[in-house]
């Protein structure tokens, strides 16, 4: 892994990204989920009691309350340490998974590990997963730095983050992608905890899924477009390349579509966890992903939102008011457990 001499530009990305993801509109620009085209079956005669409904599943060998994460989102700058401490506290409150952001700043120096490790001192008992770029894998001889990295969070697994749009759209970015595949499968082989494979926005294809599988990689968060646009971002951060890069601001496979395509893969021939997420925005986004094959779902921008508007309490309110969404669906749908709503009824229409 080759030393970086200052994790300064690391560090002032960092502020930057977490500055614009609160204060303007990064979100994709005509182009959805998808998820608004798909709608539940109504059940009249559920034949359930709404206390009946259990949502608890287990997520790298830990119990969550809900089928739910907060998904990577900071760390490596002064203030993410409050933001890190205070998600991962709700988190353990509320029985979710959470990740860390990309820990690439924590390999370059030591100054702000503390944001990082923060989230297991405050979340003892909940899966919390660490987070590097793919660029960085590339450049990776073995999983010594990773595992370095795992410690420092206490992580039940660690994900690879595959961002070749961001990468290409920052100036400062290593579009040089060239050789991941076998790092992903050199971490496969050489750590102890299990690797997930995510993207951060743009969408994981069936075909990027079966190549990922076929690494051995057993957990995938396909992270699809059509809520925030980690391209829309950079080209905020550089206005001045606008001109050429803006056509990339939509680029993306929809969330919807790349859920249910990456779960006709189970079974064939592996099972593996399949975590939805890329502009998920209520519970019932959730209940919808996991019915079209999801396992569990994760959101960063809008709890992230939420807890600047209010803090904990207000990130409390929006968790538990998914948790609800998501219950309601279940009840609705006559399903009494995460595994029943992945075989729920529901069907795509044009009509919203």
């Given amino acids: 892994m080759p030393k970086r001499t200052s994790s300064k530009p690391t560090v002032s990305r960092k502020k930057q990204h977490v500055e614009l993801t609160l204060t303007h509109d990064v979100s994709f620009q005509g182009k959805t989920t998808g998820l608004e085209m798909w709608e ?30 907060i998904s ?29 952001g990309s820990q690439r700043q924590a390999l370059e120096d030591i100054e702000y590990h503390r944001t990082f490790s923060v989230v297991r001192e405050v979340a003892p008992s909940i899966p919390i997963i660490g987070n590097i770029g793919a660029a960085e894998v590339v450049r990776m001889k073995n999983a010594d730095g990773v595992k370095r990295l795992a410690d420092l969070v206490g992580a039940d697994g660690f994900a690879i983050h595959l961002n070749p749009l961001q990468e290409l759209l920052q100036p400062e970015g290593t579009p040089e992608m060239r050789g991941v595949l076998e790092g992903i499968r050199m971490l496969v082989r050489e750590l102890a905890i ?7 926005g743009a969408g994981l294809s069936a075909d990027v899924v079966r190549r990922i599988l076929e690494a051995g990689v057993r957990h995938i968060d396909v992270a699809g477009a059509g809520g925030t646009s980690w391209a829309g ?47 998920l ?3 019932m986004d959730a209940a919808k992903c996991i019915a079209l094959g999801a396992d569990l779902a994760a959101a960063a921008r809008p709890l992230l939102k939420a807890l600047h508007r209010g803090g904990k309490r207000a990130l409390r309110e929006q968790i538990s008011a998914w948790g609800f969404q998501l219950r309601g669906a279940m009840f609705l749908t006559g399903c009494r457990t995460i595994s029943e709503l992945q075989h729920a009824p529901i069907e795509r229409t044009t009509t919203l």
């Fill in 194 to 200: 299990p690797v997930v494979a995510k993207e951060i």
């Fill in 72 to 100: 990577s989102m900071t760390g490596g700058y002064p203030d993410a340490l409050l933001i890190n401490r205070a998600l991962a506290a709700v988190c353990e409150e509320m029985g979710i998974g959470m990740g860390v």
């Fill in 40 to 69: 539940f079956r109504h059940n009249a005669l559920c034949e359930l009691n709404f206390s009946d409904v259990d949502p608890s599943t287990t997520f790298l060998g830990k119990k969550l309350t809900l089928p739910f994460m």
């Fill in 281 to 283: 925005a209520s519970g």
């Fill in 233 to 279: 971002v950079e080209i905020l951060r550089h206005k001045s390349t606008a001109s050429a890069t803006s056509v990339f601001w939509n680029w993306g496979i929809p969330t919807a579509t790349a859920v249910q395509q990456a779960a006709q893969l189970k079974g064939r021939p592996e099972q593996f966890t399949l975590i939805a997420s890329g502009g």
